[in-house]
């Protein structure tokens, strides 16, 4: 059983920053990628962004690109979103989730082919 916690969320203002951590109870190398989803009150879960393959490719939803970045820490099985220039439309619970099984780097934007989710957390972007 793959366990994943997020942290970092938090209150904010438009145009702050904030970085989430996921920490994965198994090691980078045993999961194919990583990514992270969002869902805001009334909304469905949305792809943010995710990292693959042991080169790890990133790929990011159009609304994020250029403003969030995702990376990890191998040592640490960590995965990161750093959120810079955040807007209001950016409130919502944070998910990370990971795909241990092979696949694309472009198939991270599924939430059904996730296999395991954290249980969010939670960011506010005052504007």
């Known amino acids: 059983q793959v366990q994943l916690v997020e942290s970092g969320g938090g209150l904010v203002q438009a145009g702050d920053s904030l970085r989430l951590s996921c920490a994965s109870s198994?090691?980078?190398?045993?999961?194919?990628?990583m990514g992270w989803f969002r869902q805001a009150p009334g909304h469905e879960r949305e792809f943010v962004a995710g990292?693959?393959?042991?080169?790890?490719?990133?790929v990011y939803s159009d609304s994020v690109k250029g403003r969030f970045t995702i990376s990890r820490d191998n040592a640490k099985n960590t995965v990161y979103l750093q959120m810079t220039s955040l807007k209001g439309e950016d409130t919502a619970v944070y998910f990370c989730?990971?795909?241990?099984?092979?696949?694309?780097?472009?198939?991270?934007?599924?939430?059904?082919?996730?296999?395991?989710w954290g249980s969010g957390t939670l960011v506010i972007v005052s504007s």
């Open positions: 990292i693959a393959g042991s080169e790890g490719i990133t």
């Open positions: 989730a990971t795909r241990l099984r092979l696949g694309s780097p472009g198939g991270l934007k599924a939430a059904n082919a996730m296999d395991y």
């Open positions: 198994v090691r980078t190398s045993e999961w194919y990628g």
